[in-house]
Structure formats: structure tokens, C-alpha cells
């Protein structure tokens, strides 16, 4: 697996030619560091170097690091956006690496070293901890304690009391769990979090909080297996989700968990977070087998569909190969893999009230509600429908938000899910809405064969209960409430570059794509489909089934090798 992420690695760098480096380069050469995207790319050049990669590029290189390492020191002073908290660990880690390969002449690496003992991380990072203060400064705090216990590790810098500040501040967010609690619980910055400080014990940190962060990384271990797809990618939930980078986080922790619980002796536990760590890797692989994309579509990229203002190519991009670096360092590959849960399936986990998902998994589909979301990104309701091997995003990967979080081509009016609905005083309200409290009151699971019963008590105070069952056939969906009831189905359509082909009739709606079909059925009528709606993978088009008091919908994806387009 070593190999493997190092090639990930120069496989992302590959997404940037020779020459958009040297012209990214004469643009900060100009301009001076004005983000973090440039030092990720100069970090990973220089680990690749290490590696014996890209060797062509070594004059480039050496240009960049100088840059970098003479510029970070003072670049907040000139530049309040630089980014230097997500910086710093990613240069010092190049270094060693370099070092170690012994890939560049010591006076240069002197220098470099010489050059980063000037950091005062009072004044290098943006966001700093106050001790005297009860406030969350969310994960950043985390990325500068490991970028100081990085330097401290390499020996050009000892910021003992300015670790132990940020550390502090970090672990009051973790919930019962070992969850990180982002404001907001965005479930991507969990995953930020917890490697970043990982990385801090990683590193030699001895301090008063070592044994509380390790304590709260193996209460979030199992959490964190249960919520994986069989796709092996990361849930669904708030800001950053669905890029490239995610699953190369997940892959992180995985083998952090992997190797310290091989060092305690507990293979099996060892394995299946080995096992989990190859599923995520996988699907970094096969988002990159179709093209070097930052997020999980296939829009220009310099569209931002599907994006933050923020998560723009020359960032995000080179994230994936900087993130999966730490993998690479924490993997243990004496250790071998068991298929983890995500794989095998078999039951149902609920999260903690901060982070409001469920998830149920029998080994071939997945699903996922919200029970409580963050309308900014996300819908209530049901919004992940995986089957193992599929495409993500040919049932649903994630729901549809009115929020104007990220960017899509479509204007977005209303949020939707796979949704169940009951209709009052001539007004649907659906389990998708702003304001709906759902609750999961059963959850049954043996083998193939996983179901759970949720209540939604939605917003004008009806009430709907929802059966889904999980089988080797499919999804089978039941809701049941008072008048008149619906299922609104989102039916994908467009990826940015390919459409589906979408056939059916008023029992049943077939969608081929890639090698597969997606194939809804029911005993009512499916009406609609005209209405597009956008999310960050794509356009669907959205269709409805009702019935009086009941409605059934029935989904299975299947593969289909006949279908080219």
C-alpha cells in the first residue's frame, strides 16, 4: 500500500503539465504566496523527488522550495489569506523526505531549515487559540498544532506552550463517539481533524492531552467503519464533500488505526482497518481512471460545479495527492487486510444527535439519511442509495440543497431527497424539509438482510413512518401516513459530460449509465420527470409516486454490459 499511495500521488501531480507549473510559479514568483495551494504542489513535487519521481522537474522544484520556505515565514504579514496554517506541515514534511533520500545537497536543505526556524507562529497562522478564551476556532487550530509539532520533530522549532494552546482547544469538540465536531459537524472535517491531530502523536507530541486524543481515536474507530460506502467512500454531509480528496483522508485514518492496532497485538481489528483503508484508496482509483477531476463530476473545472468558492482545482486537486502522503507514512504493510465492514455489511449504526446519520449496509447497497441537515448543503430524508461497484451518483450519492453553498448550472429553489411525503390542506410536506425531526425507532439486521423503521414528524406537525428494507434484491421503500402520500424520486440524468438514457413507464423507470441500470418500480404511478435538479455530482430529473394512506417504491441497480454510449 506504501506504493500505492505514492503512486496516487504522482498520479494527481500528473493532473498539472510541466508548463502549468512553471507558469503557476512565475505567478507567485510575481505575485508572492497568496493561498496554499502552491506550497501543497511544491510539497508533493519534493516528496515525489524523494521517491525517486519526477525528476525532470528538480531545478523547477528547487525554485518553488526556496520560494516557499523563505516566503511562509512573513507571508500572513502581506497576504491575509495565505494559508500558511495548511502550509507549514506539508513543507517540513518534503524535507524529511528529501533528507532522507538524501535527494538534495545539505547547504540547501540548510537553508531551508534555516528558513523555517524564523517561523513565530504567533504571527505565521491565522487562527490561533486564546487560552484565557472559552471559544472554538474550528480545525485549523489542529493543522498548526501539527505543523509546530512537525517542526518541533524535525529539530527547527520547540513550540511547546503554543501546541499545547491549540491542542486544548481541540479536544472539548470531540463527541462521545470520538467524532470531531466542526461547527456544524460537517462530516468531512471529522476526518481533518482527527488526522491532523493523529499527525501530532504521530510526530513525538508527549504532552498532557496524548492519551486523551488516543482515547477519542479509538472510540470514533468503529464509527468511522460503519460509515463507510461500499463504494468505500466517506458519508455525505456539509461543506467539502465530494471531492477527490475526501476518501484520501478517510485513507488515512484507517491506516493510523491499522498500524496502532498492530502494535497492540490485535491483528483482526488491525485488518479491518487495513481492509477499509484499500476501499478507500479504490475509490480514489476509480474516480481517477475517468479523468483527472478534483470532484466527483465531470463539468469543466474551472466551472466549480459542484464546488465551494474556495475549492477550486489548483487547491483541491494537489489536496488529494498531500493528504494521501500521511497515509503513506502511517501504513504498516507487514499488516494484511480483512475485508472490513463496509464490505461485508450486516448492519445498521446510528451517530451521535451532532452528527444526525444513519446508515445501514448489507454487503451490496448502502444507505444513508440525514436525520437533521444542514439545509445549506444538504435535505433530510434518504440521500444515499450505493450499490457495491456501481457508479456513485447513478441512484443518489447525496441529496439536493436551495442553499447557495456551492455552485451548480441550475437554480436551486428547494432541497429534495429520495423523500416521502403526505399532502395536507393542498400542501406536500416531505421528509426533505427544513424543519423536519426524524427518528429511527427500529433496526433489524441479520446477513443479507438489513431493515429500519424511521418516524419523520415533519414540519406542519404530520407525521410519516418509513420502512426501508435492504436485500440482494435492492432497496425496498414503504411510507405510510395519513391521505394522501408520496415518494419524490430524483432520476440522474447528466455527469457534465455524459447523459444517461432514461426509459420506463408509469410502474417502472429505468437509467442506464456506465455499464449499469438503475431500476425503480412501484405499484403506483410515476408522474413528472420534466423538473431538473442539480447536486454537486450532477442533473436529475425528478419524478413522483402517490397513493392514499401507503406507497411502495422498489430500487435496484444492476449491471448492464449491454449499454454504450
Known amino acids: 500500500m506504501k506504493d500505492v499511495y505514492i503512486d496516487i500521488m504522482e498520479q494527481v501531480v500528473g493532473a498539472y503539465t510541466d508548463e502549468d507549473i512553471r507558469v503557476y510559479l512565475a505567478q507567485v514568483e510575481e505575485r508572492g504566496l497568496q493561498e496554499h495551494g502552491f506550497p501543497r504542489l511544491t510539497a508533493c513535487l519534493g516528496i515525489l523527488l524523494a521517491k525517486g519521481r519526477k525528476a ?23 497576504c491575509p489569506h495565505v494559508g500558511n496554517d495548511f502550509s507549514v506541515k506539508e513543507i517540513v514534511l518534503a524535507l524529511l523526505a528529501l533528507e532522507d533520500a538524501k535527494r ?27 487560552p484565557k478564551e472559552n471559544k472554538t476556532v474550528g480545525n485549523w487550530a489542529a ?50 481533524a482527527r488526522v491532523q491531530l493523529m499527525a501530532v502523536n504521530w510526530f513525538g507530541y508527549q504532552g498532557a492531552y496524548r492519551d486523551v486524543l488516543e482515547e477519542n481515536f479509538q472510540k470514533s474507530g468503529l464509527p468511522t467503519l460503519y460509515m463507510q460506502s461500499v463504494t468505500g467512500e466517506i458519508p455525505y454531509g456539509g461543506r467539502s464533500n465530494q471531492f477527490l480528496f475526501n476518501e484520501a483522508y478517510l485513507a488515512c485514518v484507517c491506516e493510523y488505526e491499522a498500524t496502532r492496532y498492530g502494535k497492540m497485538g490485535d491483528l483482526h481489528q488491525a485488518g479491518l482497518f487495513k481492509g477499509a483503508a484499500a476501499l478507500a484508496t479504490r475509490a480514489i482509483n476509480d474516480t481517477l481512471k475517468d479523468g483527472l477531476r478534483h470532484v466527483k463530476n465531470f463539468f469543466p473545472k474551472d466551472s466549480l460545479y459542484g464546488c465551494e468558492g474556495y475549492g477550486y482545482f489548483n487547491k483541491y486537486m494537489v489536496s488529494t495527492a498531500s493528504f494521501i502522503y500521511l497515509a503513506h507514512v502511517f501504513a504498516d504493510d507487514s499488516i494484511e487486510a480483512i475485508s472490513p465492514p463496509a464490505e461485508t455489511g450486516g448492519y445498521v449504526y446510528e451517530t451521535t444527535p451532532a452528527f444526525h446519520k444513519v446508515f445501514a449496509n448489507n454487503g451490496t447497497y448502502f444507505v444513508q439519511y440525514d436525520l437533521k441537515a444542514d439545509c445549506r448543503y444538504d435535505a433530510g430524508g434518504l440521500g444515499r442509495i450505493h450499490r457495491k461497484g456501481a457508479p456513485s451518483a447513478l441512484c443518489l450519492s447525496l441529496p439536493f440543497s436551495k442553499g447557495k453553498a456551492y455552485h451548480t448550472d441550475v437554480e436551486r429553489t428547494e432541497t429534495l431527497s429520495i423523500a416521502c411525503g403526505i399532502e395536507q390542506d393542498g400542501t406536500w410536506v416531505r421528509s426533505c424539509d427544513s424543519g423536519t425531526e426524524s427518528f429511527v425507532q427500529e433496526k433489524w439486521a441479520q446477513g443479507e438482510t438489513v431493515s429500519l423503521t424511521l418516524s419523520h414528524l415533519l414540519s406542519n406537525g404530520g407525521r410519516v413512518e418509513e420502512r426501508c428494507l435492504l436485500s440482494k434484491e435492492g432497496v425496498s421503500l414503504t411510507a405510510r401516513g395519513t391521505g394522501s402520500v408520496s415518494y419524490q424520486v430524483p432520476v440522474f440524468y447528466f455527469d457534465g459530460e455524459t447523459y444517461t438514457e432514461i426509459r420506463g413507464d408509469a410502474r417502472e423507470i429505468q437509467v442506464y449509465y456506465k455499464g449499469y441500470k438503475c431500476v425503480y418500480r412501484t405499484e403506483g404511478h410515476f408522474t413528472g420527470g420534466e423538473t431538473i435538479f442539480a447536486n454537486r455530482n450532477g442533473h436529475y430529473r425528478l419524478f413522483e409516486v402517490q397513493g392514499e394512506g401507503e406507497i411502495s417504491l422498489r430500487i435496484a441497480i444492476e449491471e448492464d454490459v449491454v449499454w454504450v454510449k
Open 56 to 78: 525532470h522537474l528538480y531545478p523547477t522544484f528547487i525554485r518553488m522550495m526556496d520560494l516557499c520556505c523563505g516566503q511562509i515565514p512573513t507571508a500572513l504579514s502581506k
Open 104 to 130: 538534495v545537497p545539505e547547504d540547501k536543505t540548510a537553508y531551508w531549515r534555516a528558513c523555517l526556524a524564523q517561523i513565530n507562529p504567533y504571527t505565521c497562522y491565522s487562527i490561533i487559540a486564546n
Open 143 to 192: 493543522y498548526n498544532a501539527a505543523s509546530e509539532q512537525l517542526r518541533k520533530f524535525a529539530g527547527i522549532g520547540c513550540e511547546d506552550t503554543f501546541i499545547e494552546d491549540e491542542i486544548a482547544n481541540q479536544v472539548r469538540e470531540f463527541d462521545e463517539s470520538g467524532l470531531y465536531k466542526e461547527p456544524g459537524c460537517p462530516i468531512l472535517y471529522d476526518l481533518a
